[in-house]
């Protein structure tokens, strides 16, 4: 079945640094990705919807400007956390989307000290 | 808008019962699919089903089976003769068809003691 990766799977990053997490689809593309916040012992949370080539579309509350996301191909989006701070401390999830299906990755633990 | 009630938040049962695990779900669209994922401690959401809107037929996979029931809007999910291996948070999720946006119920906790 379709995979989809994402890197790294835990970082601890300082307060106020910034922190790129990668979302890759391994054996499809992928035109639409989404990526999904967990804050512990909560449900999942839609934060942005990725497109290829586009500039994301941001969930009502989400900081774009905090959380950049760069789908520059069609195997491949990324999520930057800009100026993290503790309280942006989750686990992030990306999903990979083709016609009729979804995939999700094995999630990112972030942890801001 | 969407939304994907789960109003189980915990469940204990004892290894070898059987349990269920309830989902409802509200949906305008006529297209949607449907879909349940287990997330054990590790964190890593683990697929367990997908079923799209004109399908209801109800589906057994070993030990476990979902009953869709469109009319009541539910989706529910049982175990057979739980395992301690079982227990996890069980999340129920509902995806549109055409933008693929998953909305997630709250999870129910599934503790499953020896």
């Known amino acids: 079945g379709a995979v989809v990766s994402q890197h790294p799977s835990r970082v601890i990053c300082k307060s106020g640094t910034s922190v790129k997490i990668e979302c890759r689809s391994l054996?499809?593309?992928?035109?639409?990705m989404f990526w999904y916040r967990q804050f512990p012992k909560q449900s999942l949370m839609l934060m942005a919807t990725?497109?290829?080539?586009?500039?994301?579309?941001?969930e009502q509350g989400v900081e774009k400007d905090k959380f950049l996301i760069n789908h520059a191909s069609l195997t491949l989006s990324t999520l930057t956390v800009t100026s993290a701070h503790p309280e942006d401390s989750s686990f992030y999830i990306c999903?990979?989307?083709?016609?009729?299906?979804?995939?999700f990755g094995p999630g990112t633990r972030l942890t801001v000290t | 808008a969407q939304k994907v009630t789960q109003a189980q938040t915990e469940i204990s049962v004892v290894e070898k019962e059987d349990v269920t695990l309830d989902c409802v779900y509200e949906?305008?669209?006529?297209?949607?699919?449907l879909f349940w994922y287990k997330q054990p401690p590790s964190g890593e959401l683990v697929f367990l089903i997908r079923?799209?809107?004109?399908?209801?037929q109800n589906e057994i996979s070993g030990r476990y089976s979902w009953n869709f029931q469109k009319s009541t809007s539910s989706f529910n999910f049982t175990i057979t003769a739980s395992q301690v291996v079982d227990s996890a948070v069980y999340f129920c999720?509902?995806?549109?068809?055409?933008?693929?946006?998953?909305?997630f119920g709250d999870g129910t906790t599934l503790t499953v003691k020896p």
């Open positions: 999720a509902l995806s549109t068809y055409l933008a693929g946006k998953s909305t």
């Open positions: 999903s990979a989307k083709t016609p009729g299906e979804q995939y």
């Open positions: 990725s497109n290829e080539g586009s500039k994301a579309t941001y």
């Open positions: 079923r799209n809107s004109f399908d209801e």
């Open positions: 054996d499809f593309q992928a035109t639409t």
């Open positions: 949906t305008r669209d006529t297209t949607y699919y």
